[in-house]
């Protein structure tokens, strides 16, 4: 049975306030997704907060965060924080774990090393929440003999969330679940399942083990092409991410047009929202799911006919003018017609 999961880019809920958090929460349950994301983006709100606010408001429901990562936070901190979460949430808490990204300049932080601190964010984590004493030294971060003082009873499935190879193929051999980022065409996703598998044989793990989800930006409208202009600021970041690395970009066959790339260069990322016009429709296509609610069904079901993935998470972007309520009702229609053709309980509308 296919796992539904429910996530928003943090501009595209910028407009929610804190008092109304609880309220989008529990509309999530009541919809029948089966988890409810937190984005994480620096200098919008807390991911950590919402969720606490999420547990108050849902009983059933699993409460995600994405995307943790070495950089930002001590894994210590996260681990802590996530624990504590998740003793308020009756352990219905996941967290994904990757590069960060947005808002590290910022904050004078730098990548480096990127794959081996994330894997070691997310083994750091893991373990101080199975109880074990902690000891690692990696060029982001440092745990000395640490340890959490209260920790979950049950075990806490952990993602790690990437589009790229080397990080695929590493969460392939270390990770509960692989969220696979921005991978709307089944041809991108089967390649990066490969990449997946083979990071599971490498290690000796069964794939079947694995939760494997296809993690798209999605956009859903009465007009088609206005679901496409509500996913151009959200491709026009996922470029900002992950600059300079263009594997991605060349593996489906595409190019960042030169005029956007310069204006990545400057990592200037408040730019971006003036600049979204430059991303073409082909990377909209690409890296995203745009369009009517049949139109979606559509393409969703043809990665679930094509690729094997265990999970779908919609991040739920909204058209220009589109009310999240709009946006909401649309994606539950799509919801009910996914549920009926690949399982699940019944989607409340």
Not at 245 to 263: H, K, M, Q
Request: aromatic fraction near 6%; charged fraction near 20%; hydrophobic fraction near 45%.
């Amino acid at each position: 049975m296919t796992g539904f999961h429910l996530g928003f880019p943090s501009h595209s809920v910028a407009d929610v306030h804190m008092s109304d958090w609880g309220d989008l929460a529990a509309e999530a349950e009541r919809m029948g997704f089966d988890a409810f994301w937190h984005s994480n983006e620096r200098f919008f709100r807390d991911m950590f907060v919402r969720m606490t606010v999420s547990a108050t408001r849902t009983t059933s429901i699993t409460l995600g965060g994405a995307v943790a990562d070495g950089y930002a936070a001590n894994p210590a901190l996260t681990a802590q924080t996530l624990a504590t979460v998740n003793e308020l949430a009756d352990g219905r808490v996941t967290l994904a774990i990757g590069a960060g990204g947005s808002g590290l300049p910022m904050m004078g932080l730098t990548r480096s090393a990127v794959t081996d601190t994330t894997r070691a964010a997310y083994e750091s984590i893991a373990g101080l929440l199975a109880g074990e004493t902690v000891t690692r030294q990696t060029s982001a971060f440092t745990l000395r003999a640490a340890n959490l003082k209260i920790f979950p009873a049950q075990h806490v499935p952990l993602w790690i969330a990437s589009r790229g190879r080397r990080m695929l193929e590493m969460a392939g051999g270390a990770a509960d679940g692989v969220m696979i980022a921005s991978q709307a065409r089944p041809a991108g996703l089967a390649r990066s399942l490969s990449h997946v598998t083979r990071g599971a044989a490498a290690h000796g793990r069964d794939k079947a083990v694995l939760r494997t989800m296809a993690r798209v930006d999605t956009c859903v409208h009465t007009d088609a092409e206005r679901a496409r202009e509500g996913c151009r600021l959200m491709v026009a970041k996922l470029l900002w991410m992950s600059f300079p690395d263009r594997r991605f970009v060349a593996d489906a066959g595409l190019s960042v047009p030169e005029e956007l790339e310069e204006i990545i260069a400057t990592r200037n990322y408040d730019a971006l929202e003036t600049v979204a016009d430059l991303v073409p429709d082909s990377m909209i296509d690409t890296f995203c799911w745009a369009g009517t609610p049949d139109q979606l069904v559509d393409r969703v079901a043809a990665v679930l006919d094509a690729v094997e993935v265990t999970d779908i998470g919609f991040w739920l972007l909204r058209a220009p003018g589109q009310s999240l309520r709009e946006a909401l009702a649309l994606l539950a229609e799509t919801l009910t017609d996914l549920r009926g053709r690949f399982g699940g309980p019944e989607t409340t509308q």
